[in-house]
C-alpha cells in the first residue's frame, strides 16, 4: 500500500481527530461491550496512521489520545494523594456458606426498620474481584489521576501506569461530562494474560509472577512505566467516588453502573439485582459453581441494597457500610509446608515429582500432595522439603506448588531436591532412570518391565501397526494386567484359550479368536517387532530404518551411539533413547522371552554393509566446511557406505575439520588419525578414475 501524503496541518488535524474517534470506539466496542467490530490488524493500521501523523504534528497530540497509554518516566515514589471520599472496605459475612446471605439479608431488613410482609429488599449481586482497588479521577469528561486505595484516606498516585491498561479510557463517551466523576473499581489480570505473560517470561528466562492478583498489583506499583506497560492488566468498574454536577445521576447502584458501561467504563456484565435473599443464595451459588469457568480470578460475591436512598438510610459503622458486604468462596490459594517430594511414575515413563504437604484445606478440599510437574519447575521455584509453600487448587485441577515463601525456610537450608540424585532407579520396577537431552521429564527406562508402564506398553506392542493382535484392547488389557495374568508383552504368548474364555465379556469364539491372533502374530518382521517394543522416540519410520540399516537384532542392540547416528533420520536424542532401552537388562529380558516364545522375523545383512568406497570406515566431521553443510556431508559419506561419528576415538578412521574446528580436531592429532578438509573428502569419495574420464565428469 502506498503511504498517504502528510496532510497539511488542517487536514491532519481533522484527520487526527477522526482516527481517534474510531479507535476509541473500537476500544469501546472490544473491552467494554466485549464485542470486537474490527480484526487486530484493521486496528494496529488505524493505530499505526495515528502514530505516524502525531509524529509529524507533534502540536496536535492530546492528553486523551490513544497513543499517549504509555511514555511516562520512571519515578522515584508515588505521589501521595487524599481521597476526596475515603475509599471504604466491605465487611466480609464469616459464613461461607449460603446461608450468609440469608443473615445479610435479615440484618438490613431490620436496620431499615422493615417487617416480613414488607416487599423483598432489592439488592445489587456482583462479584468479588481478586486485584487491586483503584479510584480513577476524570474531570469534565478526561481522566486526571488514578490512584490505589492505600490505608482508605491516602493512596498513592499511579496515574501512569494505570493509562497503560487497555480498556481504563482516558475519556469518557459524553458530549456531556460532569465536572468531575470518579469511578471506583478493580485492575486485574485474566488468567490467560496471566499464563501468556508467564510463558513468555520462562521463555526468556526472566523472572516469572506468582499469581494474576500479584501480578496486577505489582505492576500497578511498578515505578517504571513502560514496564507496567507489559503487563496486561484488565479494569472493571463497580462503584463511585467523589461526584460533581451530575445533574440527572441514577437512583440506583445498579442503573449507575448501567450508565458507567454508557461512558465507556468496562462493568462485568456477571452482575444481577436480586430481590431478597433467596435470590441472593441462588446468585451464590451459581457464581461458585462457575468460578473456574470465568476468566480471571474472584474470592466471592459482593451483595449492595440496590437503592441509593436506602443506602444512605443505612449508612456506616466505623468504616465499613452497612448495605454491603462481601460474601466469599472457599480460598484457592494457601499456605503449607512440604514434608517430603516423591515421584509418580506415568504410564510413559515420565516420573513426576509431588510433593507431600502438611493437610491443608484450599479450594474446597484438604490437599495433602501437588504437583511439582518436572524438574524445571522445582529448580525455577526452587522448592525444598521443609519449605512453606503457597499451594493453589482450582477447580478440579490436580492442586500445584505455586512459590516457595523465601523467609520461612528453615535454618540450615535443607538442600536443593534433584530428582535424579533421589531417584536413581525407578520406584516402581527399579530400571535405571534417564533425562534425555533436551526433555523436561526424567524417564524410567524399563519401558517393557515396568508395573507402571505396563498397560501402555500392551496396547502399543499389540496395536495394528506393531504386532498386529487383534482384539487385543484396552478393556481386556485392563483385565489382564488387573488380574495379574500379564506383567510383560512376553507374558501374552503363555495365556492359553482355558483362560482367555475365562475373562468378562470373552465368548468362546472370541477367545479361540484372540488366541489365533496371539499365535499368528509371532512371524513377523524386524521392523514390527522394534516399533512394538515402545522405545521412546521411535516410530513406525525410525523402526523401519533400523531394521533395514541393521537386519538383525542383535546388531541393534549391540549399537553404540555412534553406529546409531550412522542410520538414516536418526540424531542423537533418537539414538540416545536406543542405547537407553537396551542397556536396562530388564528389557533385554523380556525381549529373549519374546524369542523364546516364539516370535521370530526373516534376518538379513542390513544394507550398512554394502560396498562403497567408504564401507567399513568411520568418519567424523567437525567445524565449518567451506561449501558443505554437516548434514550434506553426512548424506555424501553414508552414500559412500561410510559412518558419520559424533566422537572421535581409536576406531575413527578420518576426521574432516573445517573452519573453527575445536577439540575434536585436537583429539584426532593427538590420537593420530587422519584429518582431511573438505577437498581431502571429495577426493576420497571421488571414483579412482582417469583424467579422460574426470574430463568428460565435468
Ligand atoms: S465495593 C464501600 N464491589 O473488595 C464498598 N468492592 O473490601 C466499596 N472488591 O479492596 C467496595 N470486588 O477492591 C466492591 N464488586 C465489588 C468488589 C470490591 C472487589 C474489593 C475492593 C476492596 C475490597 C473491599
Known sequence: MAVPPVPGSGDAAARADALRREIERHNYAYYVLDAPTVPDAEYDRLFRELQALEAAHPELVTADSPTRRVGGQPLDEFPKRRHAIPMLSIRTETDT????????????????????TDAPVEYAAELKFDGLAINLRYEHGVLVSATTRGDGETGE???????????????????????????RGEVFMRRDDFERYNAKQREAGRPTLVNPRNGAAGSIRQLDPRLAAQRPLSFFAYGLG????????????????????????????????????????AFHDDVAARRDQLPFDIDGVVYKVNRLDQQRALGFVTR?????????????????????????????????PVARLAPVFVGGVTVTNATLHNQDEIDRKDVRVGDTVIVRRAGDVIPEVVAVVADRRPHPAPPRFAILEAYPVCPECGSHVVRLEGEAAVRCTGGLYCPAQRKQALLHF??????????????????????????TPADVYGLDLATLAGLDRMAEKSAANLCAAIEASKATTLARFIFALGIRNVGEATAKDLARHFGALDRLIAATEDDLLAVRDVGPIVAQSIVQFFAEPHNLDVVRKLQAAGVRWPESAGVQQSGGRLAGKTLVLTGTLPTLTRDAAKEMIEAAGGKVAGSVSKKTDYVVAGAEAGSKLAKAQELGVAILDEDGLRGLLQPAASSGQRALDL
Open 97 to 116: 456458606t449460603a446461608a450468609g446471605a440469608r443473615t445479610f439479608d435479615a440484618r438490613v431488613r431490620k436496620e431499615l426498620g422493615l417487617v416480613e
Open 157 to 183: 498516585e499511579v496515574t501512569q501506569n494505570v493509562r497503560t491498561v487497555q480498556s481504563v479510557p482516558l475519556r469518557l463517551r459524553t458530549d456531556q461530562p460532569p465536572p468531575v466523576l470518579e469511578v
Open 242 to 281: 467523589e461526584v460533581q454536577g451530575w445533574t440527572d445521576a441514577p437512583a440506583t447502584h445498579s442503573a449507575t453502573l448501567d450508565v458507567l458501561v454508557e461512558l465507556g467504563v468496562p462493568v462485568s456484565a456477571e452482575r444481577r439485582v436480586c430481590r431478597g435473599a433467596d435470590a441472593l443464595v
Open 320 to 352: 465499613e457500610p452497612r448495605w454491603a458486604v462481601a460474601h466469599k468462596f472457599p480460598a484457592q490459594e494457601e499456605l503449607t509446608v512440604v514434608e517430603a517430594i516423591e515421584v509418580q511414575v506415568g504410564r510413559t515413563g515420565a516420573l513426576t
Open 462 to 487: 499389540a496395536s495394528r501397526r506393531a504386532m498386529d493382535i487383534e482384539g487385543l484392547g484396552d478393556k481386556l488389557v485392563d483385565q489382564l494386567v488387573d488380574r495379574g495374568l500379564v506383567h
